[in-house]
């Protein structure tokens, strides 16, 4: 009987030591922020802070979200698109150019928007077979079967356009088509150039009305001012498209900096 009442008094005691120990450490977790979690060290389990638990998780997203971001695959199809005021027009160069090529590849939106920023190019279109450039302009078309001055990377560069308007060919403006007289060399718009180069980049250029903004986007037409008013045919430097390269070459070697 003696043995019984010792034996219920040590287990009353192991009972309520166990639900104040139990109390006590649950305080503790809760007062000090803190998760139980499993370890792979003795005891097994430990006690670990929620903001540096939240913290390791939030990372884990982040990064989780940053390898799942949409790259460009191989093979993907290249579109560059310009939507001028009247007609929307392809970029033929930019799409040989790149289509074949694995320059673009593994590149993210973010990467791509960035390369191409200095033509005004975004991308409007993302997938794993085909990925859209587009060139919102506030400028009217340029006219079939001429030439005018862009943008190539972030060199000026005089494009020739198609009978339907859209860009088939381009040729980097190099200075070196002048001879030191003054006089321009012979020149061919096919053909590649040889000896000393000498590329003209966008900051080489005399910044005066929004030049570089007119060979992103186009140049202004009187018409872009005023509706209905558009210049003679003959004006070509004033609408800023030529009917011959050398005329192209002359208006930009008026914008070098001096």
């Known amino acids: 009987m003696k043995n019984k009442k010792v034996l219920y008094l040590l287990l009353s005691i ?56 949409a790259v460009v695959a191989e093979n993907t199809k290249f579109i560059f698109k310009i939507k001028y005021k009247d007609i929307e027009v392809r970029n033929m160069v930019l799409e040989k150019h790149y289509n074949g090529s694995t320059f673009l590849n593994k590149k993210t939106e973010t990467q791509l ?56 060919a381009h040729k980097l403006f190099n200075s070196n088509v002048y001879a030191e007289d003054g006089k321009q060399k012979q020149y061919n718009f096919e053909e590649r150039d040889n000896g000393e180069l000498q590329y003209i980049r966008i900051n080489d250029l005399k910044e005066k009305d929004g030049l570089v903004e007119d060979l992103i986007r186009g140049r202004k037409y009187v018409k872009d001012i005023n509706e209905g008013n558009e210049l003679e045919s003959d004006a070509e430097y004033e609408k800023g498209e030529f009917k011959t ?14």
């Open 14 to 69: 192991f009972t309520i030591t166990f639900f104040a120990v139990t109390y006590l450490l649950s305080s503790y977790i809760n007062n000090n922020d803190l998760v139980l979690q499993a370890s792979n060290k003795l005891p097994y389990l430990k006690l670990t802070d929620k903001n540096i638990l939240n913290n390791e998780k939030d990372n884990l997203r982040a990064a989780s979200v940053i390898t799942k971001l």
């Open 113 to 168: 928007n960035e390369l191409f920023k200095n033509q005004g190019y975004t991308v409007s279109n993302m997938s794993d077979s085909e990925v859209v450039f587009v060139n919102n302009s506030d400028r009217y078309s340029y006219s079939a079967n001429m030439y005018f001055l862009g943008v190539y990377g972030d060199l000026v560069t005089i494009y020739k356009t198609d009978n339907n308007g859209d860009i088939a």
């Open 245 to 258: 390269p050398e005329k192209a070459f002359d208006y930009a070697r008026g914008l070098l900096k001096s």
